[in-house]
C-alpha cells in the first residue's frame, strides 16, 4: 500500500545520512534541478500538450485555491493574534506547497510520468509565480522592508524552468530530433531522485518544538484543511473521478514550499518557525498525501 512512496522516502534518508556522513551539499543539488533536470522536465511534458482554453481554465483555477488559501491563513492568524512577524511567516509558509520537487515526487509515484505535466502547470504558473510576487509583497510587509518590484519582475522574468517553458512554447513549431528528446527525457528523470536528496539535506530535527502550537494550527491548516475543502469543490462542482482532479488536490496537500521558506529567512522572518514547519510538514506529508492518495482511489 505504501509502496509508491517508500522510495520517496529513502531519498530524504540518504539525503539526511549524507549531510550527517559527509556535509551539507543540498545547493548544488537545488541548482542542478532549478538549471537542468526541471527545464528538462518542462520541455518534454510541455512540448506535446496542446496549449488551449483548458490549460488557462486549470491556471485559473490553481491560482485561486492558492489565493484562498492565503486569505483563510490572513484570518486565521488574525483570530490567534499573531505579532506582524509570526502573522506574514505563518501566511507565506502556510500558502505556498512544494508543488514542484515534492509534488512532482507524490505526482509520479502515484498517476505516473503523464501527469506531472497538471503539477508543472499547478506550480510554474500557481506556485511560483505568487510566492515571488504577492508572497515576497507580504514578507517585506511583515519585516518592514521595501517592495521592491524591478527585483521581483527580475527574479520572474529570468528563473530557468519559466524561460525554458517559452523556449519550448517556441519549439512547438518545429519538429524535435528524436535524440534530444530522449536526452531531455534522462535528465528530467533526475529531477525527484535528486531533488528528494536535496531536501534530506536540508532537514534539521533540532528545534521541532518551537512555537509548536502555532506550527500545528499551520501545518493542518495547509495540509489538511485545504485539500479538503478543495476536494468538496470538486465534488460538489465537477468530479473526483478524473485524474488532474486527484492531482490537484494532492497539490494542494503539499507540505510548505521550501523556496518560501528559504524567501522567509532571508526576508527577516521568524527562521526557526518557518524551517520547523518544513521540516515537520515533509515528514508528516509521507502519511498525510498517502491518506488521500487511499481515500481518493
Given at each position: 500500500m505504501l509502496d509508491p512512496v517508500l522510495p520517496i522516502a529513502l531519498y530524504l534518508f540518504f539525503g539526511y545520512l549524507?549531510?550527517?556522513?559527509?556535509?551539507?551539499?543540498?545547493?548544488?543539488?537545488?541548482?542542478?534541478?532549478i538549471y537542468f533536470s526541471l527545464p528538462a522536465m518542462i520541455f518534454v511534458k510541455i512540448y506535446p500538450l496542446v496549449l488551449d482554453a483548458k490549460i488557462l481554465n486549470l491556471i485559473f483555477m490553481f491560482n485561486a485555491i492558492i489565493l484562498c488559501n492565503l486569505l483563510l491563513m490572513y484570518f486565521l492568524g488574525k483570530a490567534f493574534k499573531f505579532d506582524k512577524k509570526t502573522l506574514a511567516t505563518f501566511m507565506v509558509v502556510g500558502t505556498f506547497g512544494n508543488t514542484s520537487?515534492?509534488?512532482?515526487?507524490?505526482?509520479?509515484?502515484?498517476y505516473g510520468p503523464d501527469y506531472v505535466v497538471y503539477a508543472l502547470i499547478y506550480d510554474l504558473?500557481?506556485?511560483?509565480?505568487l510566492v515571488v510576487s504577492l508572497g515576497t509583497v507580504i514578507i517585506n510587509w511583515g519585516s518592514g522592508a521595501h517592495v521592491n518590484l524591478?527585483?521581483?519582475?527580475?527574479?520572474?522574468?529570468?528563473?530557468?524552468?519559466?524561460?525554458?517553458?517559452?523556449?519550448?512554447?517556441?519549439?512547438?513549431?518545429?519538429?524535435?530530433?528524436?535524440f534530444v528528446m530522449n536526452t531531455a527525457e534522462v535528465i528530467g528523470a533526475t529531477l525527484v531522485p535528486i531533488a528528494m536528496i536535496a531536501i534530506g539535506m536540508k532537514l534539521e530535527l533540532k528545534n521541532l518544538f518551537y512555537k509548536f502550537?502555532?506550527?500545528?494550527?499551520?501545518?493542518?491548516?495547509?495540509?489538511?484543511?485545504?485539500?479538503?475543502?478543495?476536494?468538496?469543490?470538486?465534488?460538489?462542482?465537477?468530479?473526483?473521478?478524473?485524474?488532474?482532479?486527484?492531482?490537484?488536490?494532492?497539490?494542494?496537500?503539499?507540505?510548505?514550499?521550501?523556496?518560501?521558506?528559504?524567501?522567509?529567512?532571508?526576508?527577516?522572518?521568524?527562521?526557526?518557525?518557518?524551517?520547523?514547519?518544513?521540516?515537520?510538514?515533509?515528514?508528516?506529508?509521507?502519511?498525510?498525501?498517502?491518506?488521500?492518495?487511499?481515500?481518493?482511489?
Open positions: 549524507f549531510k550527517v556522513l559527509k556535509k551539507d551539499n543540498s545547493q548544488v543539488l537545488v541548482d542542478f534541478v520537487f515534492i509534488g512532482f515526487s507524490y505526482i509520479d509515484a502515484f504558473f500557481g506556485s511560483f509565480l524591478k527585483a521581483i519582475s527580475k527574479k520572474v522574468l529570468f528563473f530557468p524552468p519559466i524561460i525554458m517553458f517559452f523556449i519550448t512554447v517556441f519549439a512547438k513549431l518545429f519538429p524535435i530530433p528524436i502550537k502555532t506550527t500545528t494550527l499551520l501545518l493542518f491548516t495547509k495540509m489538511i484543511v485545504v485539500p479538503v475543502l478543495v476536494m468538496i469543490c470538486f465534488a460538489y462542482f465537477y468530479t473526483l473521478d478524473d485524474t488532474w482532479s486527484k492531482v490537484t488536490i494532492i497539490e494542494a496537500a503539499m507540505p510548505p514550499m521550501t523556496t518560501a521558506v528559504i524567501l522567509a529567512i532571508q526576508g527577516g522572518l521568524d527562521e526557526r518557525l518557518a524551517v520547523n514547519a518544513l521540516v515537520i510538514g515533509v515528514l508528516l506529508s509521507l502519511l498525510s498525501v498517502t491518506g488521500f492518495y487511499l481515500y481518493l482511489g
